[in-house]
């Protein structure tokens, strides 16, 4: 099967397959019927855990290939900018040739619906989800969880997580005042490649802020997987956020 040209791909809003030195290569205005064009199919939607109020926490899987990435579309539920960037994935990874062939994606849309209803960083019991896993700096304080993983959303999405094993994990956040790339454990080349296609900045774990109990912590440096934590500027219209990292996005996805 012929191979597209992956940053052909990314540079343009439906990829066409071709690289421009081909001479089946077609201008994006001649190509009527980009893949993104097309309708979008049904995703398949699996329950992987309940919210302290009983909503559900889901997953959506695409492709099946060797390399595994999994993308958090929220975890403070009053950090909505990638809403737009969680809605679009799907649909424009499925538009990239060999995309399905290559990784197997797989989507948690929300990890904290209960904060995202009530406009909340933390989850109905007023914890705050990134500080409540069971990473060697853990901190058993009421607003942290009186240990690791008391909340289930933490819960669902530590057992996720084990359960996968995947190779890249991408969660989505805003920062107020400032965007920037973030990470933990070996995720330095993703986070230098997503910093040079963004322009965000990228900046290392515990300089901006101590992060005990985060996802970070454990995934990144008890767990040893690559974790980028990506902090959209708070208040960006989602649609901008998504567009300015669309891209970057799909490369750390897409390449290993
Ligand atoms: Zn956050």
């Avoid at 302290?52 to 975890?75: A, D, F, N, Q, Y």
């Avoid at 994935?89 to 929300?110: H, K, N, Q, S």
Wanted: glycine share 8%; net charge positive; charged share 25%.
């Amino acid at each position: 099967m012929r191979r597209a040209c992956l940053l052909c791909c990314l540079l343009t809003t439906g990829c066409i397959g071709f690289h421009p030195k081909d001479p089946k290569w077609r201008q994006p205005a001649e190509a009527s019927t980009t893949p993104a064009a097309k309708p979008r199919p049904e995703l398949a939607w699996r329950e992987v855990g309940r919210s302290v109020r009983g909503r559900s926490l889901r997953t959506t899987t695409l492709g099946h290939g060797p390399r595994r990435v999994l993308w958090v579309g929220g975890i403070h539920g009053d950090e909505t900018e990638g809403m737009v960037a969680t809605a679009s994935l799907p649909f424009e990874f499925l538009a990239i040739p060999d995309a399905e062939a290559r990784v197997t994606l797989t989507i948690l849309d929300d990890a904290n619906p209960d904060g995202r209803d009530q406009k909340t960083r933390g989850n109905a019991n007023g914890v705050d989800l990134n500080r409540n896993f069971p990473a060697p700096n853990f901190k058993p304080i009421r607003s942290f969880g009186i240990r690791p993983l008391s909340q289930p959303e933490a819960q669902a999405l530590h057992d996720l997580i084990l359960a996968l094993r995947p190779h890249l994990i991408i969660v989505a956040h805003s920062w107020r005042g400032d965007h920037f790339i973030n990470y933990d454990g070996p995720a330095e080349e993703p986070a230098a490649r997503f910093a040079r296609l963004s322009g965000y900045p990228l900046r290392a774990s515990d300089s901006f802020a101590p992060t005990p109990g985060s996802l970070g912590s454990w995934v990144g440096n008890t767990l040893r997987i690559p974790i980028l934590t990506l902090e959209y500027l708070r208040g960006r219209q989602p649609d901008e956020a998504w567009a300015e990292t669309r891209t970057a996005i799909l490369s750390v996805i897409l390449e290993g």
